[in-house]
């Protein structure tokens, strides 16, 4: 019983995939499993840095003479409000760094899919589906 229409699957077999062809279609899939890594750790080191200055912000309030407990490893060490201030500065530069870092491999990353995606799709047209479903 075969059903044709709308809807139906129907294998095409014009489509050949070379050896080279394939290798290009893992090396994208490599590419955009590293890129959804890539991502998931900056939105961990925003949301650090978004602490980072909540942090500053408040020890603004405090008073100069009251002493911090700042984090450092597993260990709490009381420091006056300057040292503290100081330390979640070079955390923040740090950070922004970081930031800036991952930023700039997500970039690359996008880049050489890009180009990849280009070839593919040249090759395979509506054959090939490289779109992330939260695109």
Same mark, same amino acid.
């Given at each position: 019983?075969?059903?044709?229409?709308?809807?139906?699957?129907?294998?095409?077999?014009?489509?050949?995939?070379?050896?080279?062809?394939?290798?290009?279609?893992?090396?994208?899939? $490599?590419?955009?499993?590293? /890129? *959804?890594?890539? %991502?998931?750790?900056?939105?961990?080191?925003?949301? =650090?840095? !978004?602490?980072?200055?909540?942090?500053?912000?408040?020890?603004?309030?405090?008073?100069?003479?009251?002493?911090?407990?700042?984090?450092?490893?597993?260990?709490?060490?009381?420091?006056?409000?300057? $040292?503290?201030?100081?330390? /979640? *500065?070079?955390? %923040?530069?740090?950070?922004?760094?970081?930031?800036? =870092?991952? !930023?700039?491999?997500?970039?690359?990353?996008?880049?050489?899919?890009?180009?990849?995606?280009?070839?593919?799709?040249?090759?395979?047209?509506?054959?090939?589906?490289?779109?992330?479903?939260?695109?």
């Amino acid at each position: 019983m075969a059903i044709t229409g709308k809807g139906t699957f129907q294998p095409d077999s014009d489509v050949h995939i070379s050896y080279e062809d394939q290798q290009k279609i893992n090396k994208f899939a $490599k590419l955009n499993a590293k /890129l *959804d890594e890539y %991502k998931e750790e900056l939105k961990v080191s925003q949301n =650090d840095m !978004k602490n980072l200055e909540e942090a500053m912000d408040e020890l603004s309030l405090a008073d100069d003479s009251s002493k911090i407990p700042y984090l450092i490893g597993e260990v709490f060490i009381c420091q006056d409000l300057e $040292k503290t201030l100081k330390a /979640l *500065d070079i955390a %923040k530069s740090k950070k922004e760094c970081e930031i800036e =870092d991952i !930023k700039a491999i997500c970039g690359e990353l996008k880049f050489q899919m890009g180009e990849l995606k280009a070839h593919l799709y040249g090759k395979f047209g509506s054959h090939i589906n490289l779109e992330n479903e939260e695109d």
